[in-house]
């Protein structure tokens, strides 16, 4: 049975993100692309997925654009998949889930942190507004409706802005 979506879920920029990378195998694709994993064969053995999950998820991102396909070699016929525009703005995103993740660990618990890359010095990523440079992981910041929202939206939101 088809699932029933509500027209905010379907105007909200979360769940159409969600919808282009809220798969397991798609965020897993991605952190390889991110560590610079380009052909098939590196993606399945790093990972350890079939083919022809790897296929479909591949597949997948060069439709949505993360990522492009690219012949390397001919005779056989051999593509890489190289990370877009769009797909490399999500390094953020993916940067920001895994310090999530690191976040509940002790320090000598985690296997994988970020840091500075001329240093070698750990850094702790935080999400902040580009113009004010202000944390945005507060109560401070909200959701509200946007320029093209539905009145559903508008309704949800009527009263997030400038209230006590």
């Known amino acids: ?31 390889d692309a991110f560590d610079g994993f380009t052909r098939f064969d590196q993606f399945q053995e790093n990972l350890g997925i079939s083919s022809s999950m790897l296929t479909s998820r591949l597949k997948s991102l060069v439709a949505e654009g993360l990522l492009e396909r ?7 016929d051999r593509h890489e998949y190289v990370l877009t525009e769009y797909g490399r703005s999500l390094r953020s995103v993916i940067v920001a889930l895994a310090a999530w993740g690191n976040s509940r660990l002790d320090a000598d618990q985690r296997s994988m942190i970020l840091v500075d890359a001329r240093t070698g010095d750990e850094v702790d990523p935080v999400v902040v507004d580009r113009t004010t440079g202000r944390r945005v992981d507060t109560d401070e910041f909200v959701f509200t409706a946007g320029p093209a929202a539905s009145e559903a939206m508008r309704t949800r939101y009527a009263d997030t802005v400038g209230g006590d």
């Open 1 to 31: 049975m088809p699932a029933r979506v509500r027209l905010e879920d379907r105007e909200c920029p979360l769940s159409q993100t969600i919808q282009h990378v809220g798969e397991w195998w798609t965020l897993l694709i991605l952190h």
């Open 70 to 76: 690219r012949r390397y070699q001919t005779r056989p």
